[in-house]
């Protein structure tokens, strides 16, 4: 059964401008694959995807719910009672869906990434091939996928991310606009019908203004100096492979489509660049210039403790502003086009053989480095968690039955099985087939290391990144998982969550910034949080936390807490893991003549087993660590 | 499934050491297959799906990572069975990989489970079904090409054993190189028919090389020097296997069979040992693996005093 979902229109939705020119470019090509929409508690993300309907059409969009499994998704024979006598056809499955439609994902974060890999890979090839539990098929798809993060950084592996055409971070609106969107919702509520009414003659003039852009696609060209643009922006954005060249091209070229226009300008590949680029920027400078703003705040804050809060505070708000200002030109890029394109245009560096940059306000995200953005990172494994391999006629610990091996193993006795009425096919005990899933106990590195200002002192921070090193190096040829929350300054961050790639983890330890003061509280706390959102996954993933620290903390769970506040802060989340009764050790980190032993205290809260850093030499480190895992896995 | 419209093999812009690893393989499929890694993007796939214009009757077939056991393997027949109440063998990919190429995209990503029935398989060039009641054999010789990023997850070590060659690919710096596959993807994307038909000439010229280099490897000489060279470098490289020397003299014979000589040379030693060396060398976990390796087999060369 299936109910009208009504939906606000896209055009009744205030502002959101880039979120809509995002949908538009989809809209009009296909060939861009996808619209990633991220935003932390941002207003309206979803409302506005659903609106994606009224662009393409009613029956064009469907939606994926997070707690698929593995039959919806594939497909699955038809069990009706003409199983037997007929071709068995197969039944439903998402990826079907895509041949013409457009799949939305909400909270794209909580998805299985098996899943969206999968989705996204068989979109940019434009086929699906399907092998699985008898069934063999292939077929091609032109649909695409709008998927929608609560969290900035989605933490989406990069090979999925990179599938993605288009990426849009959606901001929070401001007070006013806020309003506004309450306002017509509320509307909405009251009386739906009237609202679409109102909408629904501009409604149609858009849906056909996206229809005719579509046709026009095949007919726009891009001449060659702004094929040479293309490229020069995706070296200069530092993109890897040729994804962001062709995406760029192809959200151009819609752009263009959208604007009635037979070639490409520059203009078109500008604004197109906001969406194609920002998920691709590997570019070292914009990086770097990143990270040590970072870094220079977190220094500055600790010379200056009196008035640090105030005035971090002051620096928010403008930058806050700023960056408001900047974003606003080019908003309304097709709604507004004349000045949206005066306004870019400002921006836009383009001349023969001149050195080309990007636009100043593109919006960054940090791939694989210490992000800015996002502190709260949930975890996404490539492993392919759960999947149904293969069958077994013993029984998993759970009555997991495979009815098409079932009945693969009973089919030869059908002929001369005595047939009870009203059942197709007579199944007796020796026929049933159990699902072998690909699951193990995974063990998981969850690393918490301090990088505050004392590590700064004798050498101390190398000494742990050899000890971290030492341990990854183990952790790699274990296959093991390995996650990294660093904290300093004002606050802890999971520089990574769960995961394999520990080139990942080896390069932010590189890049790991020094300074600041010593939230351990948070960064206990955020170890924590590292492995419940693991475990939501992977239920029998086993977590092994290592703790690099000298229990010096001053900063607590709250801001302006006393030294001792901040110690009693971080016991009491230590004691949260002795509860748990997790495996923690912690390495105190601690030199020189004058100890004070809180790390010992600590880990005494924690539950946790304690060894001091000067300790710890080379090989018996590994060995220590490799008999720890061997008694947890045991 | 066969895709009337696949981008030519000879419109791929660059890539050289990848096209010419598969190549090899077309010409030989004794080598022992390739595996190609690479960032994200960089036209990997494309690569292999194109190579099926290479050959009359060599087909790519695809074995994606979702697969189950059956459908690798084959297994009973159920349709047959329910109605005749008999047995018969429903085959599975590695019976259609037969004679073909095997094509895993993403092969780091394979199941375990998976990728121990694969290996079984390669190694013995049979495929031997006994489950579900069937007991069937059959032949399964294919060339296991695989395409992996390496940013997200390593490959298991017997899996990489398995392959003869390997290739590191790169995205384009270049903004000319780059211009130039936009251009010509555009152009496919556009109409397709007319983009093939463009590369007509090239792709039969590349066709007819293949075939001139399959005769040529019938009746290739090696002289013993060669051997001694392939000798000293894996000695010099503190390989233990065999296979390394193997496969090394295969490729060569290979090489040079393609430039169209009945004669080895030390050259095409060095050429074979850069597809057949990288990944069969020792590294530790963290080095940044290609450049590295590439020194490492520079340097051995380099030391080599056996000459003609």
């Given at each position: 059964?299936?109910?009208?979902?009504?939906?606000?229109?896209f055009?009744?939705?205030?502002?959101?401008?880039?979120?809509?020119?995002?949908l538009k470019l989809l809209a009009v090509n296909p060939?861009?694959?996808?619209?990633?929409?991220?935003?932390?508690?941002?207003?309206?993300?979803?409302?506005?995807?659903?609106?994606f309907q009224d662009l393409v059409g009613e029956n064009q969009l469907?939606?994926?719910?997070?707690?698929?499994?593995?039959?919806?998704?594939?497909?699955?024979?038809?069990?009706?009672?003409?199983?037997?006598?007929?071709?068995?056809?197969?039944?439903?499955?998402?990826?079907?869906?895509?041949?013409y439609q457009v799949?939305?994902?909400?909270?794209?974060?909580?998805?299985?990434?098996?899943?969206?890999?999968?989705?996204?890979?068989?979109?940019?090839?434009?086929?699906?091939?399907?092998?699985?539990?008898?069934?063999?098929?292939?077929?091609?798809?032109n649909?695409?996928?709008?998927?929608?993060?609560?969290?900035?950084?989605?933490?989406?592996?990069?090979?999925?991310?990179?599938?993605?055409?288009?990426?849009?971070?959606?901001?929070?609106?401001?007070?006013?606009?806020?309003?506004?969107?309450?306002?017509?919702?509320?509307?909405?509520?009251?009386?739906?019908?009237?609202?679409?009414?109102?909408?629904?003659?501009k409604t149609n003039e858009l849906k056909s203004s996206i229809a005719k852009a579509k046709k026009r696609l095949a007919d726009i060209?891009?001449?060659?100096?702004?094929?040479?643009?293309?490229?020069?922006?995706?070296?200069?954005?530092?993109?890897?492979?040729?994804?962001?060249?062709?995406?760029?091209?192809?959200?151009?070229k819609a752009?263009?489509a959208l604007r009635d226009?037979?070639?490409?300008?520059?203009?078109?590949?500008?604004?197109?660049?906001?969406?194609?680029?920002?998920?691709?920027?590997?570019?070292?400078?914009?990086?770097?210039?990143?990270?040590?703003?970072?870094?220079?705040?977190?220094?500055?804050?600790?010379?200056?403790?009196?008035?640090?809060?105030?005035?971090?505070?002051?620096?928010?708000?403008?930058?806050?502003?700023?960056?408001?200002?900047?974003?606003?030109?080019?908003?309304?890029?097709l709604?507004?086009?004349?000045?949206?394109?005066?306004?870019?245009?400002?921006?836009?560096?383009?001349?023969?053989?001149?050195?080309?940059?990007?636009?100043?306000?593109?919006?960054?995200?940090?791939?694989?480095?210490?992000?800015?953005?996002?502190?709260?990172?949930?975890?996404?494994?490539?492993?392919?968690?759960?999947?149904?391999?293969?069958?077994?006629?013993?029984?998993?610990?759970?009555?997991?039955?495979?009815?098409?091996?079932?009945?693969?193993?009973?089919?030869?006795?059908?002929?001369?099985?005595?047939?009870?009425?009203?059942?197709?096919?007579?199944?007796?005990?020796?026929?049933?087939?159990?699902?072998?899933?690909?699951?193990?106990?995974?063990?998981?590195?969850?690393?918490?290391?301090?990088?505050?200002?004392?590590?700064?002192?004798?050498?101390?921070?190398?000494?742990?990144?050899?000890?971290?090193?030492?341990?990854?190096?183990?952790?790699?040829?274990?296959?093991?998982?390995?996650?990294?929350?660093?904290?300093?300054?004002?606050?802890?961050?999971?520089?990574?969550?769960?995961?394999?790639?520990?080139?990942?983890?080896?390069?932010?330890?590189?890049?790991?910034?020094?300074?600041?003061?010593?939230?351990?509280?948070?960064?206990?706390?955020?170890?924590?949080?590292?492995?419940?959102?693991?475990?939501?996954?992977?239920?029998?993933?086993?977590?092994?936390?290592?703790?690099?620290?000298?229990?010096?903390?001053?900063?607590?769970?709250?801001?302006?807490?006393?030294?001792?506040?901040?110690?009693?802060?971080?016991?009491?989340?230590?004691?949260?893991?002795?509860?748990?009764?997790?495996?923690?050790?912690?390495?105190?980190?601690?030199?020189?003549?004058?100890?004070?032993?809180?790390?010992?205290?600590?880990?005494?809260?924690?539950?946790?087993?304690?060894?001091?850093?000067?300790?710890?030499?080379?090989?018996?480190?590994?060995?220590?660590?490799?008999?720890?895992?061997?008694?947890?896995?045991? | 499934?066969?895709?009337?419209?696949?981008?030519?093999?000879?419109?791929?812009?660059?890539?050289?050491?990848?096209?010419?690893?598969?190549?090899?393989?077309?010409?030989?499929?004794?080598?022992?297959?390739?595996?190609?890694?690479?960032?994200?993007?960089?036209?990997?796939?494309?690569?292999?799906?194109?190579?099926?214009?290479?050959?009359?009757?060599?087909?790519?077939?695809?074995?994606?990572?979702?697969?189950?056991?059956?459908?690798?393997?084959?297994?009973?027949?159920?349709?047959?069975?329910?109605?005749?109440?008999?047995?018969?063998?429903?085959?599975?990919?590695?019976?259609?990989?037969?004679?073909?190429?095997?094509?895993?995209?993403?092969?780091?990503?394979?199941?375990?489970?998976?990728?121990?029935?694969?290996?079984?398989?390669?190694?013995?060039?049979?495929?031997?079904?006994?489950?579900?009641?069937?007991?069937?054999?059959?032949?399964?010789?294919?060339?296991?090409?695989?395409?992996?990023?390496?940013?997200?997850?390593?490959?298991?070590?017997?899996?990489?054993?398995?392959?003869?060659?390997?290739?590191?690919?790169?995205?384009?710096?270049?903004?000319?190189?780059?211009?130039?596959?936009?251009?010509?993807?555009?152009?496919?994307?556009?109409?397709?028919?007319?983009?093939?038909?463009?590369?007509?000439?090239?792709?039969?010229?590349?066709?007819?090389?293949?075939?001139?280099?399959?005769?040529?490897?019938?009746?290739?000489?090696?002289?013993?020097?060669?051997?001694?060279?392939?000798?000293?470098?894996?000695?010099?490289?503190?390989?233990?296997?065999?296979?390394?020397?193997?496969?090394?003299?295969?490729?060569?014979?290979?090489?040079?069979?393609?430039?169209?000589?009945?004669?080895?040379?030390?050259?095409?030693?060095?050429?074979?040992?850069?597809?057949?060396?990288?990944?069969?060398?020792?590294?530790?976990?963290?080095?940044?693996?290609?450049?590295?390796?590439?020194?490492?087999?520079?340097?051995?060369?380099?030391?080599?005093?056996?000459?003609?």
């Open positions: 059964m299936k109910e009208t979902v009504r939906n606000l229109p055009l009744a939705i205030p502002e959101q401008e880039k979120g809509k020119t995002a060939r861009l694959n996808g619209l990633l929409i991220v935003g932390n508690n941002s207003f309206g993300k979803s409302m506005l995807a659903d609106s469907f939606k994926i719910p997070i707690s698929l499994t593995e039959d919806r998704f594939y497909g699955s024979y038809n069990l009706d009672t003409n199983f037997l006598e007929e071709k068995q056809n197969i039944q439903g499955g998402l990826l079907r869906k895509l041949k799949g939305l994902i909400n909270q794209v974060e909580l998805l299985d990434e098996m899943y969206l890999f999968e989705m996204m890979d068989c979109v940019d090839k434009g086929y699906v091939r399907i092998e699985r539990e008898g069934m063999s098929e292939s077929f091609k798809i649909g695409s996928i709008i998927a929608i993060s609560e969290e900035e950084r989605a933490n989406i592996s990069q090979g999925t991310l990179d599938r993605f055409g288009l990426y849009v971070n959606i901001e929070h609106s401001d007070n006013s606009t806020r309003e506004k969107i309450v306002k017509q919702i509320f509307e909405f509520i009251k009386n739906p019908e009237k609202v679409i009414a109102s909408f629904s003659e060209s891009i001449p060659d100096q702004q094929i040479k643009l293309i490229a020069q922006l995706n070296v200069e954005a530092g993109s890897q492979g040729f994804r962001g060249d062709i995406f760029l091209a192809e959200a151009a752009h263009a226009v037979k070639e490409v300008t520059d203009q078109d590949i500008m604004v197109a660049s906001f969406y194609v680029l920002p998920h691709r920027l590997t570019n070292n400078k914009q990086i770097d210039q990143e990270l040590n703003s970072e870094r220079n705040n977190s220094i500055e804050s600790d010379q200056d403790e009196t008035n640090h809060e105030e005035r971090t505070n002051n620096q928010s708000l403008s930058n806050e502003n700023t960056s408001f200002d900047q974003l606003n030109p080019n908003t309304n890029a709604n507004n086009e004349e000045q949206a394109f005066d306004s870019v245009a400002d921006e836009v560096i383009v001349e023969t053989n001149k050195e080309v940059s990007l636009p100043t306000n593109l919006p960054i995200v940090l791939q694989d480095s210490i992000s800015k953005i996002g502190k709260r990172g949930k975890t996404k494994s490539l492993t392919k968690q759960g999947r149904h391999v293969k069958s077994s006629s013993k029984p998993a610990h759970n009555l997991d039955i495979d009815i098409y091996a079932t009945i693969r193993a009973a089919a030869p006795f059908q002929k001369v099985r005595p047939k009870k009425q009203d059942t197709a096919i007579s199944i007796v005990e020796s026929d049933l087939r159990y699902k072998i899933r690909r699951r193990g106990s995974e063990v998981s590195f969850i690393f918490i290391v301090d990088a505050s200002k004392s590590m700064h002192a004798e050498k101390r921070m190398e000494l742990v990144k050899g000890t971290i090193f030492t341990l990854l190096k183990d952790a790699y040829k274990k296959r093991d998982k390995v996650a990294m929350v660093t904290f300093q300054g004002k606050e802890a961050k999971i520089a990574l969550p769960v995961t394999k790639s520990f080139d990942l983890a080896q390069r932010l330890l590189d890049k790991l910034p020094i300074g600041g003061k010593s939230p351990l509280a948070q960064g206990l706390q955020s170890g924590l949080e590292v492995y419940l959102s693991a475990k939501k996954k992977n239920p029998e993933l086993i977590p092994l936390f290592v703790v690099w620290t000298d229990g010096k903390a001053n900063v607590g769970l709250e801001l302006h807490t006393t030294i001792q506040q901040s110690i009693d802060d971080s016991l009491v989340v230590g004691k949260k893991y002795k509860k748990m009764e997790f495996s923690v050790l912690v390495i105190d980190t601690e030199q020189g003549y004058i100890q004070m032993q809180l790390a010992a205290d600590l880990a005494n809260a924690m539950g946790a087993e304690y060894i001091k850093i000067t300790d710890l030499k080379g090989d018996n480190f590994a060995k220590y660590i490799s008999n720890k895992r061997n008694k947890i896995r045991s | 499934m066969t895709y009337k419209h696949r981008y030519p093999f000879t419109a791929i812009v660059g890539q050289e050491n990848m096209k010419l690893a598969i190549l090899l393989n077309i010409i030989n499929p004794k080598i022992g297959g390739v595996l190609i890694k690479g960032e994200k993007g960089t036209a990997k796939s494309t690569a292999v799906r194109s190579i099926s214009d290479l050959m009359d009757g060599l087909e790519v077939i695809d074995l994606p990572l979702s697969i189950t056991e059956d459908r690798l393997l084959g297994t009973l027949d159920m349709e047959y069975a329910i109605k005749h109440g008999e047995k018969k063998f429903e085959p599975g990919i590695l019976y259609y990989a037969d004679n073909n190429i095997l094509y895993v995209d993403e092969i780091n990503l394979l199941d375990d489970s998976i990728i121990d029935s694969l290996l079984d398989v390669a190694a013995m060039g049979v495929n031997t079904i006994e489950r579900d009641g069937i007991s069937h054999s059959h032949s399964s010789r294919f060339i296991l090409v695989g395409t992996m990023n390496p940013e997200e997850g390593e490959i298991r070590p017997q899996l990489l054993d398995r392959f003869g060659l390997s290739v590191d690919v790169f995205g384009e710096k270049n903004v000319k190189d780059r211009m130039l596959v936009i251009e010509r993807r555009l152009a496919f994307e556009n109409n397709p028919s007319a983009f093939i038909q463009q590369y007509h000439l090239e792709q039969t010229t590349l066709v007819e090389k293949i075939h001139m280099a399959r005769e040529i490897l019938k009746d290739i000489e090696i002289s013993p020097f060669i051997y001694q060279v392939v000798a000293e470098l894996s000695i010099e490289l503190g390989l233990e296997s065999h296979r390394a020397d193997i496969t090394m003299i295969k490729t060569a014979m290979t090489i040079a069979a393609f430039d169209g000589r009945k004669q080895v040379q030390r050259e095409d030693i060095s050429q074979a040992a850069y597809l057949v060396l990288p990944h069969r060398l020792r590294q530790a976990p963290f080095d940044n693996s290609a450049n590295n390796a590439f020194d490492q087999i520079k340097m051995a060369l380099s030391t080599i005093s056996v000459v003609n």
